[in-house]
């Protein structure tokens, strides 16, 4: 039926009951609003409601038809304060009076829609997704207030876990941390279920560390990964790093199942831990101060939304230039760098709440480990308004780019948009923090792969420490080494650690000169063959230092046949028998110096492993041996010196920046698969620098086949 004779036959047909005024008009109104015409039902709702058409339903009726006019936002209020005010009991009118005052997006229409909140949460606080819509408004200390005192009725009347859930963390936001703290303590002790065991441990953790109880509240919010039920019970967690990641990272957090959430961000923090073996992971406690201070200096108080000034704006137009949000809540620009950055090295202004220039200076910054960020405040529109610009506004931002000018010329100019645009994205990809160790120890590190086992690679990672960078007495240190194996994710999979008695190694020097000495230990670790993380940390127990290394470790996969060579170690000796058991291998004792700096005229040796050269029908083994020596300057005659003690000479071959040097051998098999080599140099020939040095080994029992390692070293005078 066509719509003129449907509404025809509805206005015949069904005339308006006394008990029911408007009805008629009502009806009309629905019809047209469904058909698309929004400005006839406009007129129809208005004259239902002239003739006694309940207020709250056709008020509701008139703001849909005043929405659907290009978003007549201001109308549509006024018709939704009219259906409030008949039924002040109606929470969806409440709820949908403060959608449009958050669409109305400026003006008044911040605070009104706040109080349209407290009435929905007073109403149910779970009303549809009034919570999510409330929390993208900024923290507003009356605001929190209000509504945890609407939570806290809600609690004296029936205890529901979820909404006291809510209460602690409008607590926490408000900065009542001990009001938030009782509240957790309180939940303990009326809820036994554990279904919200991984949101409570969560709280508990981000309150306690505002309380200064930071060792304690690591415990709480770690511990509470490992509660989550659902993938929903890890959100709160994920929204401590969101601000730090690309849009890309985020996106995918809603398609990750819970476990696949759990490693990532257990990933997240390991990565960041400073000091794997202290009793606290102290990034996160200084990421959960950053977040602290973000939320009350760098809140987005404008009425208008910061997204939608971004696209609107430029980054020297008094705009925001980066859409940044904490749990859900916009912040200016400043708060994007101080989460991933923390507190600036250096600034212009004293005050954390002002505008200005703010510079980073720190190791973990690529490329040339700075940043520097300008902000301005804009004068087009109220609230805080520091916005990234890239010409700097104060006196010590123009120093920091044109130093001893005083201005910027137009060249100047737009060499410093350039400079400081490149430095936002280079702000906005990465974290940093510099790590808070006060006497920090050097590391060598050198993870070396072996085989031979059926189980897995046989890894030892060796490490040194120069001397006197730990504390000695009497000849002795004292020292705790520890090392965390995870996987690419930074999940863990293992960990030890030990308490040890230094065994030190001297590099010798020429004549007259002072002698190095380093403490040298490793590792040893049997895992199957792919890429892993680790981080291996040294405690000295006599002083106050601390070294931390961290880094890739590629483990090889060894064929149980195929012939192969393990990686070469550089040495300043090679000793026969038991000396230091846990450096020994096959009877020797390799004593290596991962740095792999050597001075000039001193020994070095080389060590490693063939596996499963073939035996010939007499059991003996015949192969031959290349090694080939690369740097920027290399003397043919130095080469053969470094190698003058080796017998069996069989070929010298020089191409550019390289010579190898080939050599027979013939010896009965050992009854093993492993044949060890360890030889000892005559470096006073060669130049300082840095070398390449390859080993390969060819089997002629089997076919000549081929097996090649490489390692590197460097001489100085």
Same mark, same amino acid.
């Given at each position: 039926?066509?719509a003129?004779?449907?509404?025809?036959?509805?206005?015949?047909?069904?005339?308006?009951?006394?008990?029911?005024?408007?009805?008629?008009?009502?009806?009309?109104?629905?019809l047209a609003?469904?058909?698309g015409?929004a400005?006839?039902?406009?007129?129809?709702?208005?004259?239902?409601?002239?003739?006694?058409?309940? *207020?709250?339903?056709?008020?509701?009726?008139?703001?849909?038809a005043?929405?659907?006019?290009?978003?007549?936002?201001?109308?549509?209020?006024?018709?939704?304060?009219?259906?409030?005010?008949?039924d002040?009991?109606?929470?969806?009118?409440?709820?949908?009076?403060?959608?449009?005052?958050?669409?109305?997006?400026?003006? *008044?229409?911040?605070?009104?829609?706040r109080?349209?909140?407290?009435?929905?949460f +007073?109403?149910?606080?779970? !009303?549809?997704?009034?919570?999510?819509?409330?929390?993208? &408004?900024?923290?507003?200390?009356?605001?929190?207030?209000?509504?945890?005192?609407?939570?806290?009725?809600h609690?004296?009347?029936?205890?529901?876990?979820?909404?006291?859930?809510?209460?602690?963390?409008?607590?926490?936001?408000?900065?009542?941390?001990?009001?938030?703290?009782?509240?957790?303590?309180?939940?303990?002790?009326?809820?036994?279920?554990?279904? !919200?065991?991984?949101?409570?441990?969560?709280?508990?953790?981000?309150?306690?560390?505002?309380?200064?109880?930071? &060792?304690?509240?690591?415990?709480?919010?770690f511990?509470?990964?490992?509660?989550?039920?659902?993938? #929903?019970?890890?959100?709160?967690?994920?929204?401590?790093?969101?601000?730090? &990641?690309?849009?890309?990272? +985020?996106?995918?957090?809603?398609?990750?199942?819970?476990?696949? +959430?759990?490693?990532?961000?257990?990933?997240?923090?390991?990565?960041?831990d400073?000091?794997?073996?202290?009793?606290?992971?102290?990034?996160?406690?200084?990421?959960?101060?950053?977040?602290?201070?973000?939320?009350d200096?760098?809140?987005?108080?404008?009425?208008?939304?910061?997204?939608?000034?971004?696209?609107?704006g430029?980054?020297?137009?008094?705009?925001?230039?980066?859409?940044?949000?904490?749990d859900? +809540?916009?912040?200016?620009?400043?708060?994007?760098?101080?989460?991933?950055?923390?507190?600036?090295?250096d600034?212009?202004?004293?005050?954390?709440?002002?505008? #200005?220039?703010?510079?980073?200076?720190?190791?973990?910054?690529?490329?040339?480990?700075?940043?520097?960020?300008?902000?301005?405040?804009?004068?087009?529109?109220? #609230?805080?308004?520091?916005?990234?610009?890239?010409?700097?506004?104060?006196?010590?931002?123009?120093?920091?780019f044109?130093?001893?000018?005083?201005?910027?010329?137009?060249?100047?100019?737009?060499?410093?948009?350039?400079?400081?645009?490149?430095?936002?994205?280079?702000?906005?990809?990465?974290?940093?923090?510099?790590?808070?160790?006060?006497?920090?120890?050097?590391?060598?590190?050198?993870?070396?792969?072996?085989?031979?086992?059926?189980?897995?690679?046989?890894?030892?990672?060796?490490?040194?420490?120069?001397?006197?960078?730990?504390?000695?007495?009497?000849? !002795?240190?004292?020292y705790?080494k520890?090392?965390?194996?995870?996987?690419?994710?930074?999940?863990?999979?293992?960990r030890?650690?030990?308490?040890?008695?230094?065994?030190?190694?001297r590099?010798?020097?020429?004549?007259?000169?002072?002698?190095?000495?380093?403490?040298v230990?490793?590792?040893?670790?049997?895992?199957?063959?792919?890429?892993?993380?680790?981080?291996?940390?040294?405690?000295?127990? &006599?002083?106050?230092?601390?070294?931390?290394?961290k880094?890739?470790?590629?483990?090889?996969?060894f064929?149980?046949?195929g012939?192969?060579?393990?990686?070469?170690?550089?040495?300043?000796?090679?000793?026969?028998?038991g000396?230091?058991?846990?450096?020994?291998?096959?009877?020797?004792?390799?004593?290596?110096?991962? #740095?792999?700096?050597?001075?000039?005229?001193?020994?070095?040796w080389?060590?490693y492993?063939?596996?499963?050269?073939?035996?010939d029908?007499?059991?003996?083994?015949r192969?031959?041996?290349?090694?080939?020596?690369r740097?920027?300057?290399?003397?043919?005659?130095?080469?053969?010196?470094?190698?003058?003690?080796?017998?069996?000479?069989?070929?010298?071959?020089?191409?550019?920046?390289?010579?190898?040097?080939?050599?027979e051998?013939?010896?009965?098999?050992?009854?093993?698969?492993?044949?060890?080599?360890?030889l000892?140099?005559?470096?006073?020939?060669?130049p300082?620098?840095?070398?390449?040095?390859?080993?390969?080994?060819?089997?002629?029992?089997?076919?000549?086949?081929?097996?090649?390692?490489?390692?590197?070293?460097?001489?100085?005078?």
């Amino acid at each position: 039926m066509a719509a003129a004779a449907l509404l025809g036959a509805l206005a015949a047909t069904t005339p308006a009951r006394a008990q029911d005024p408007g009805t008629e008009w009502y009806e009309r109104g629905r019809l047209a609003l469904a058909q698309g015409e929004a400005w006839s039902a406009r007129g129809h709702f208005e004259r239902a409601l002239r003739e006694g058409y309940p *207020d709250n339903p056709g008020y509701r009726a008139l703001a849909d038809a005043w929405m659907a006019l290009d978003h007549r936002l201001f109308e549509a209020r006024e018709a939704l304060e009219g259906a409030v005010r008949a039924d002040p009991e109606d929470v969806d009118s409440w709820y949908r009076l403060a959608d449009v005052n958050l669409k109305l997006d400026g003006g *008044d229409a911040d605070g009104r829609s706040r109080l349209a909140f407290h009435q929905v949460f +007073r109403l149910d606080p779970f !009303h549809r997704d009034a919570w999510e819509r409330w929390g993208r &408004l900024y923290l507003d200390p009356v605001d929190l207030t209000a509504v945890a005192e609407t939570f806290g009725r809600h609690l004296e009347t029936a205890y529901d876990p979820r909404v006291a859930l809510r209460r602690i963390e409008v607590l926490h936001d408000a900065g009542e941390h001990d009001a938030a703290w009782s509240e957790i303590e309180r939940f303990r002790r009326i809820v036994k279920d554990e279904a !919200h065991l991984s949101r409570l441990s969560y709280f508990a953790g981000v309150v306690l560390a505002a309380r200064e109880q930071p &060792l304690e509240g690591a415990s709480y919010y770690f511990n509470g990964l490992a509660f989550a039920r659902t993938p #929903g019970d890890l959100d709160p967690y994920f929204e401590d790093v969101a601000p730090l &990641l690309d849009p890309a990272a +985020r996106g995918t957090w809603t398609e990750w199942d819970l476990e696949r +959430r759990r490693q990532f961000l257990r990933g997240w923090w390991n990565a960041r831990d400073p000091l794997p073996f202290s009793d606290l992971n102290e990034r996160w406690a200084e990421q959960q101060r950053r977040i602290r201070v973000a939320r009350d200096a760098f809140r987005w108080k404008k009425p208008i939304t910061k997204e939608k000034l971004v696209e609107q704006g430029g980054t020297d137009a008094g705009m925001p230039a980066v859409a940044i949000r904490l749990d859900g +809540r916009p912040l200016d620009d400043r708060g994007a760098f101080y989460l991933r950055h923390g507190d600036p090295d250096d600034r212009a202004d004293p005050g954390i709440d002002e505008c #200005g220039f703010w510079l980073y200076d720190r190791e973990e910054i690529p490329g040339d480990r700075s940043i520097a960020m300008n902000f301005a405040r804009g004068g087009a529109f109220l #609230g805080n308004d520091c916005n990234f610009v890239t010409v700097p506004s104060t006196p010590k931002g123009l120093q920091h780019f044109s130093p001893g000018v005083g201005g910027l010329d137009p060249f100047q100019r737009a060499r410093v948009q350039e400079a400081t645009t490149r430095d936002l994205a280079v702000g906005l990809s990465t974290d940093s923090w510099p790590v808070p160790i006060d006497d920090p120890i050097p590391l060598d590190v050198e993870p070396s792969n072996f085989s031979y086992f059926r189980d897995g690679t046989d890894v030892v990672i060796y490490f040194a420490v120069p001397l006197p960078e730990i504390e000695i007495e009497e000849g !002795h240190s004292r020292y705790r080494k520890g090392l965390v194996i995870y996987d690419t994710e930074w999940n863990e999979i293992t960990r030890s650690a030990e308490e040890m008695d230094a065994v030190l190694a001297r590099v010798p020097t020429p004549a007259g000169e002072r002698e190095e000495w380093y403490l040298v230990d490793l590792f040893r670790v049997r895992t199957a063959p792919g890429e892993y993380r680790f981080a291996l940390q040294v405690d000295d127990l &006599l002083g106050d230092g601390v070294g931390v290394r961290k880094g890739v470790l590629r483990v090889r996969r060894f064929a149980p046949t195929g012939l192969d060579l393990s990686d070469p170690l550089v040495s300043t000796r090679v000793l026969e028998g038991g000396r230091a058991p846990r450096f020994e291998r096959y009877g020797r004792t390799i004593i290596p110096l991962p #740095g792999k700096r050597f001075v000039r005229g001193g020994p070095l040796w080389l060590y490693y492993e063939v596996y499963n050269l073939q035996p010939d029908s007499d059991r003996r083994l015949r192969f031959r041996i290349e090694y080939t020596i690369r740097a920027d300057r290399l003397d043919r005659g130095a080469v053969e010196r470094l190698f003058g003690a080796l017998s069996g000479l069989v070929g010298i071959r020089e191409d550019r920046g390289a010579t190898t040097l080939s050599f027979e051998r013939e010896a009965p098999h050992p009854g093993r698969g492993v044949w060890p080599e360890d030889l000892s140099f005559d470096t006073s020939g060669l130049p300082a620098g840095e070398y390449a040095l390859d080993v390969t080994v060819i089997d002629h029992v089997f076919y000549d086949r081929r097996a090649t390692r490489s390692t590197t070293f460097t001489i100085v005078d």
